[in-house]
């Protein structure tokens, strides 16, 4: 098990960081009013209440010349215990109320309540901290959002200040230079230029538009794990968008997953139906369909199934947070005595996956319940059991993994793993969740070879996450110049002109004939070369392949090669050889 990145140092820093940006705000800003200031995965922030006065991005530089000058004052960072009362009137006493009351009253009685003090500021805080402003030395202000209070649309908007800090200065500056590459790979920009994916304000806030290449980028990531899947003896199902209430009565969504639904719809027969949110109730439903029996276990269920969660449209980030998206969903059922090594089936097909994709750098998370026990559903025991088998199944397979407490979904504790792109930033993609507990909401069961019935567990997973999200990851991290078993047009061939076209024709059916499935453009129209290689060199294919005289009377196609450049003539054999590697 590895060391979580909250008991780390860089998150003791970062959480340092963000309270010498409030100090630094109410020095400016006297009548601010601080909320929360926690640290995040790479950065800090801290939601203010500025009044009526506006801050914005380009208040930013005279806040971080002020944090610069409390750093340089070497004050130490101290710890204090206070009593609820004492607490209370201490917050009174510095005005931060009405939020930091509300704080307040959320920590349970009996709870350590402590603030921390640097110099003159004051904070309620749980820690952890540095020992002195003097530690903060890399840091850098980023940008100004807005906020509501507690994320509810109902509160008011608060000011969000952005930052980040690292231990090192050349840390700080290799975080700040990718901020500025992924700029350039931004998947909302390149999707559209590259003819992937599109929004539209008349369809909807996070409602994307598949264009014709981000249909076939789609196809191919579905293609591939639907021969994967049927493999390892995964049998597909198809299920509908919508379902009746009483589903997700049944399995607890109703009332731990509400706010993310869409509104409820009455039919003239007094039926209410739901816009599906997610699909393993479904799943439950099928297989409640028929007796099965202990030999039949493990059924494993597939399905890419399109859901729709009502996001604020604010949380809302092009294809990374989206209203309607497709899920390579799979819900497993199986025998107590099988679930360690369907576990490691799982976790395995998704290593494989990844690998496929080219995203090779990936650690594990263990998600847990924390002590909030009441948004989650299902017995102590049974969240023991699947945490205990998530945690040998890591251990069997090496895999090492941090645990985070709070971060199970409402049924049962999941794995995460958490894939590293290119600029280095990191992405929560694959799951996998043990789950006893749905199973005995729906009075799952199976005859065991005793002839007596026995509840199955259970376990979802998805590989993807969503294609949307999947997708919007593998365009940033490539830059949009995707690799040739990813690329949607994998060849251009261009004929220099006209006359060449038939040419180019009977090439590309060449080409398709012994290679089946390889995606082939011909770009027959009416421009001249140098505005085809253009053209096609922003669309970021990884071959063309120029056809003018000389080639057709020498037999050969002219290569020009997406990273490598003009690779000059070259036999179909040679190209082939070369494309594939």
Same mark, same amino acid.
């Given at each position: 098990?590895?060391?979580?990145?909250?008991?780390?140092?860089?998150?003791?820093?970062?959480?340092?960081?963000?309270?010498?940006?409030?100090?630094?705000?109410?020095?400016?800003?006297?009548?601010?009013?601080?909320?929360?200031?926690?640290?995040?995965?790479?950065?800090?922030?801290?939601?203010?209440?500025?009044?009526?006065?506006?801050?914005?991005?380009?208040?930013?530089?005279?806040?971080?010349?002020?944090?610069?000058?409390?750093?340089?004052?070497?004050?130490?960072?101290?710890?204090?215990?206070?009593?609820?009362?004492?607490?209370?009137?201490?917050?009174?006493?510095?005005?931060?109320?009405?939020?930091?009351?509300?704080?307040?009253?959320?920590?349970?009685?009996?709870?350590?309540?402590?603030?921390?003090?640097?110099?003159?500021?004051?904070?309620?805080?749980?820690?952890?901290?540095?020992?002195?402003?003097?530690?903060?030395?890399?840091?850098?202000?980023?940008?100004?959002?807005?906020?509501?209070?507690?994320?509810?649309?109902?509160?008011?908007?608060?000011?969000?200040?952005?930052?980040?800090?690292?231990?090192?200065?050349?840390?700080?500056?290799?975080?700040?230079?990718?901020?500025?590459?992924?700029?350039?790979?931004?998947?909302?920009?390149?999707?559209?230029?590259?003819?992937?994916?599109?929004?539209?304000?008349?369809?909807?806030?996070?409602?994307?538009?598949?264009?014709?290449?981000?249909?076939?980028?789609?196809?191919?990531?579905?293609?591939?794990?639907?021969?994967?899947?049927?493999?390892?003896?995964?049998?597909?199902?198809?299920?509908?968008?919508?379902?009746?209430?009483?589903?997700?009565?049944?399995?607890?969504?109703?009332?731990?997953?509400?706010?993310?639904?869409?509104?409820?719809?009455?039919?003239?027969?007094?039926?209410?139906?739901?816009?599906?949110?997610?699909?393993?109730?479904?799943?439950?439903?099928?297989?409640?369909?028929?007796?099965?029996?202990?030999?039949?276990?493990?059924?494993?269920?597939?399905?890419?199934?399109?859901?729709? %969660?009502?996001?604020?449209?604010?949380?809302?980030?092009?294809?990374?947070?989206?209203?309607?998206?497709?899920?390579?969903?799979?819900?497993?059922?199986?025998?107590?005595?099988?679930?360690?090594?369907?576990?490691?089936?799982?976790?395995?097909?998704?290593?494989?996956?990844?690998?496929?994709?080219?995203?090779?750098?990936?650690?594990?998370?263990?998600?847990?319940?924390?002590?909030?026990?009441?948004?989650?559903?299902?017995?102590?025991?049974?969240?023991?059991?699947?945490?205990?088998?998530?945690?040998?199944?890591?251990?069997?397979?090496?895999?090492?993994?941090?645990?985070?407490?709070?971060?199970?979904?409402?049924?049962?504790?999941?794995?995460?793993?958490?894939?590293?792109?290119?600029?280095? %930033?990191?992405?929560?993609?694959?799951?996998?969740?043990?789950?006893?507990?749905?199973?005995?909401?729906?009075?799952?069961?199976?005859?065991?070879?005793?002839?007596?019935?026995?509840?199955?567990?259970?376990?979802?997973?998805?590989?993807?996450?969503?294609?949307?999200?999947?997708?919007?990851?593998?365009?940033?991290?490539?830059?949009?110049?995707?690799?040739?078993?990813?690329?949607?047009?994998?060849?251009?061939?261009?004929?220099?002109?006209?006359?060449?076209?038939?040419?180019?024709?009977?090439?590309?059916?060449?080409?398709?004939?012994? %290679?089946?499935?390889?995606?082939?453009?011909?770009?027959?129209?009416?421009?001249?070369?140098?505005?085809?290689?253009?053209?096609?060199?922003?669309?970021?294919?990884?071959?063309?392949?120029?056809?003018?005289?000389?080639?057709?009377?020498?037999?050969?196609?002219?290569? %020009?090669?997406?990273?490598?450049?003009?690779?000059?003539?070259?036999?179909?054999?040679?190209?082939?050889?070369?494309?594939?590697?």
């Amino acid at each position: 098990m590895s060391q979580s990145y909250e008991q780390s140092r860089l998150y003791a820093l970062r959480h340092s960081a963000a309270h010498l940006m409030a100090q630094s705000v109410l020095q400016l800003y006297p009548d601010a009013k601080l909320t929360i200031g926690p640290p995040i995965e790479n950065g800090f922030y801290y939601d203010i209440d500025f009044g009526d006065q506006k801050f914005t991005e380009a208040d930013l530089a005279k806040v971080e010349e002020k944090m610069r000058e409390n750093a340089a004052r070497h004050l130490p960072i101290v710890r204090e215990e206070l009593t609820r009362d004492q607490a209370r009137d201490r917050i009174l006493r510095l005005h931060q109320d009405p939020y930091k009351i509300e704080l307040l009253s959320d920590i349970p009685e009996g709870d350590v309540i402590t603030f921390y003090t640097q110099g003159e500021f004051t904070d309620l805080c749980r820690g952890p901290h540095v020992e002195c402003t003097g530690d903060i030395e890399n840091f850098k202000l980023l940008t100004v959002a807005g906020a509501y209070w507690r994320g509810s649309e109902r509160n008011k908007m608060l000011t969000r200040l952005y930052g980040t800090a690292f231990e090192s200065a050349e840390e700080l500056e290799r975080y700040l230079h990718n901020l500025e590459e992924a700029k350039k790979r931004d998947h909302r920009v390149l999707g559209r230029e590259l003819g992937l994916f599109m929004f539209s304000h008349t369809v909807g806030q996070g409602l994307p538009l598949w264009l014709p290449k981000g249909a076939i980028l789609r196809e191919i990531l579905t293609d591939f794990l639907r021969a994967e899947q049927l493999k390892r003896g995964y049998q597909p199902v198809v299920t509908p968008n919508i379902g009746h209430q009483r589903l997700y009565e049944k399995s607890g969504h109703l009332i731990t997953f509400r706010e993310k639904m869409y509104p409820f719809m009455t039919d003239e027969d007094g039926d209410i139906h739901i816009l599906k949110p997610m699909n393993c109730p479904f799943h439950i439903e099928i297989y409640r369909s028929s007796l099965r029996s202990y030999r039949e276990l493990p059924i494993r269920y597939a399905e890419f199934g399109t859901v729709y %969660r009502y996001e604020q449209s604010g949380e809302l980030a092009g294809m990374l947070r989206v209203r309607g998206f497709t899920q390579d969903d799979a819900h497993i059922f199986m025998r107590p005595d099988q679930l360690l090594d369907e576990f490691k089936g799982v976790v395995d097909l998704t290593i494989h996956v990844l690998k496929w994709l080219g995203l090779n750098e990936y650690s594990a998370r263990l998600g847990t319940r924390d002590d909030e026990g009441a948004k989650y559903v299902g017995s102590p025991e049974n969240w023991q059991l699947a945490e205990a088998a998530i945690k040998q199944a890591c251990d069997e397979m090496g895999m090492d993994y941090e645990v985070s407490p709070g971060d199970a979904a409402f049924y049962g504790p999941k794995l995460d793993l958490i894939v590293k792109d290119a600029l280095g %930033r990191s992405w929560q993609m694959g799951t996998v969740q043990v789950d006893y507990n749905l199973p005995e909401r729906f009075e799952l069961e199976y005859t065991g070879e005793d002839g007596q019935p026995h509840q199955p567990v259970m376990i979802h997973r998805a590989p993807f996450g969503s294609l949307e999200r999947m997708i919007g990851l593998l365009t940033e991290h490539y830059g949009g110049a995707f690799p040739f078993h990813l690329a949607p047009v994998q060849i251009a061939i261009l004929p220099i002109a006209d006359r060449h076209n038939d040419a180019a024709y009977k090439l590309r059916d060449k080409i398709l004939a012994g %290679r089946p499935g390889w995606r082939i453009s011909v770009d027959d129209s009416s421009e001249r070369l140098g505005k085809k290689i253009l053209m096609n060199q922003h669309q970021k294919i990884p071959y063309m392949l120029v056809l003018g005289d000389k080639d057709i009377e020498n037999n050969t196609v002219s290569v %020009r090669s997406r990273e490598a450049g003009d690779l000059g003539a070259k036999s179909l054999e040679e190209f082939l050889r070369i494309a594939e590697g």
